[in-house]
């Protein structure tokens, strides 16, 4: 079973940017979708971003698309989130996720993510 652990969260100006990471265990993180979720107080929890096993295809939420860029280091076993232009809206947990089964693409549901980290606080003061 793979573990995740986030990391990079903080306090930032509206404007400001921040780089997330995410290290995961085991020998298969090469072999799996990775994405990142985040829940806003009060609100369900929100897709941001996925990225295919190789790297090569990636998938953003409609939330902060083109403000975000999702990358992943199988080498490392990390997976990163850089966001830029941070707005209030933007406050919440961020997660990152893996899937049960190798095959799932960058565009399966939420539902497909059985396992996540514990998360990061992201606070962005206006």
């Known amino acids: 079973q793979i573990q995740l652990v986030e990391s990079g969260g903080g306090l930032v100006q509206t404007g400001g940017s921040l780089r997330l990471s995410c290290a995961a265990s085991g020998d298969d993180f090469g072999s799996y979708t990775m994405a990142w979720f985040r829940r806003a107080p009060g609100k369900e929890r929100e897709f941001v971003a996925s990225?295919?096993?190789?790297?090569?295809?990636?998938y953003y939420g409609d939330s902060m698309n083109g403000r975000v860029t999702i990358s992943r280091d199988n080498a490392k076993n990390t997976l990163a989130l850089q966001m830029l232009s941070l707005e209030p809206e933007d406050t919440a947990v961020y997660y990152c996720?893996?899937?049960?089964?190798?095959?799932?693409?960058?565009?399966?549901?939420?539902?497909?993510?059985?396992?996540w980290g514990q998360g990061t606080q992201v606070t962005v003061s206006s």
């Open positions: 996720a893996a899937p049960q089964y190798p095959g799932t693409t960058v565009l399966d549901p939420i539902d497909t993510y059985p396992y």
């Open positions: 990225i295919s096993w190789s790297g090569g295809s990636t």
